[in-house]
């Protein structure tokens, strides 16, 4: 019954395009079930499982042109992580200050990374998953409407333009 409610509210997430909606439809989907008291449960099993899955798509992303590339951009994406880590380390910690939400769920909360992966990542800890969740969602969903507004700052204020792929 659990997995058939996660299914519905996964697909249901994805039809409606929502950000990681497959993950967060499914979890609003189990989560309505555990507030009515139905009692979900799953399988350790199906976890381990989901997270192997995951780990098989996020190594889609590891070609040879990426290797062949990495040479050109290691530099930078290590510059990236440390910078983003930090980043992301302090608005943990200022987060837990400012609002009292336990330190290691600010700090999931908080990471810069993909939202599946650091709930994924999450769950192998014991913090507020539906907090990080949340967090990671909002997050997500204020940058796709917020990023776009700061590049078209970025150009105006250096005079420069980003090229588009819209035809």
Do not use: W
Request: include cysteine; glycine fraction near 10%; charged fraction near 10%.
């Amino acid at each position: 019954m659990t997995f058939m409610a996660a299914l519905v509210g996964g697909l249901i997430g994805h039809y409606l395009k929502f950000p990681a909606g497959e993950m967060v439809g499914a979890m609003v989907c189990v989560g309505a079930m555990n507030i009515f008291e139905a009692e979900p449960q799953m399988p350790k099993l199906l976890n381990i499982g989901a997270q192997i899955i995951i780990g098989g798509f996020l190594g889609l992303d590891i070609t040879s042109d990426v290797l062949v590339e990495l040479k050109h951009y290691a530099v930078p994406a290590l510059l990236v992580v440390v910078i983003l880590a930090i980043f992301g380390i302090v608005t943990g910690f200022v987060v837990n200050i400012l609002t009292g939400i336990d330190l290691y769920t600010s700090l999931f909360g908080s990471v810069p990374g993909g939202m599946q992966e650091m709930i994924i990542l999450s769950q192998s800890y014991k913090v507020n998953h539906v907090a990080v969740l949340t967090i990671q969602t909002v997050r997500r969903v204020l940058i796709v409407i917020i990023y776009p507004l700061l590049l078209i700052l970025v150009s105006k204020a250096t005079k420069t333009q980003i090229a588009s792929n819209s035809k």
